[in-house]
């Protein structure tokens, strides 16, 4: 005799197959599937940026300075390198230079921290930073806030100009 109050037994496949199931709706779908479901839509998740800052490359002679030449800042860590260049010393001074962190996110640098050459190249002697912080860089949009950017994405398309054009703005990086 079969007892009414029993649950019936659970399969792993059952389970399998729900949560398939819910990773192809993107209000449950998380990461990459995430990525994939928004995607069918037209939106695309924010990626990551790096942090920069402008400052002073100094040389004691002749030299050049590529893109990549590695720099560490003494007082927050992190190693940064070079763009924009090449850089080309004809003698003694300095020049206006820009630093990328190496690592994507806010990293921070404020002005007037310490900077030692990591990448050795003859008659460099460093970087300064004397006025400016670091424009910090921003991490990987989350997926709450993809969400959500993608609801007002969808919502505009079908909504009046001013919604419309808000929807378009967001889009914006």
């Known amino acids: 005799m079969i007892d009414s109050r029993q649950e019936p037994p659970s399969y792993p496949i059952s389970s399998f197959c729900i949560r398939s199931r819910s990773s192809f709706d993107p209000n449950s779908a998380t990461g990459v599937l995430l990525d ?3 995607a069918l839509t037209g939106s695309v998740r924010k990626g990551a940026t790096y942090s920069t800052i402008e400052g002073l490359l100094t040389a004691t002679g002749v030299c050049v300075v590529p893109d990549g030449t590695l720099f560490e800042n003494v007082q927050f860590g992190g190693q940064w390198q070079t763009t924009g ?3 080309n010393f004809a003698g ?3 020049q206006a230079a820009t630093l990328i962190a190496m690592e994507s996110g806010p990293v921070n640098a404020q002005a007037g921290n310490t900077w030692t050459p990591i990448t050795v190249i003859a008659n ?3 970087f300064t930073n004397p006025a400016e912080d ?3 860089g921003e991490t990987q949009e989350s997926d ?3 969400r959500y950017r993608r609801t007002n994405e969808l919502f505009a398309r079908g909504s009046g100009p ?11 990086p």
Not at 162 to 172: F, I, Y
């Open 134 to 136: 670091a424009t910090l």
């Open 36 to 38: 994939q479901r928004a």
């Open 162 to 172: 001013l919604l419309a054009v808000q929807g378009v703005v967001s889009r914006v």
């Open 124 to 126: 460099l002697t460093g």
């Open 92 to 94: 003694a001074g300095s």
């Open 144 to 146: 709450a806030a993809f």
């Open 85 to 87: 260049g090449p850089y």
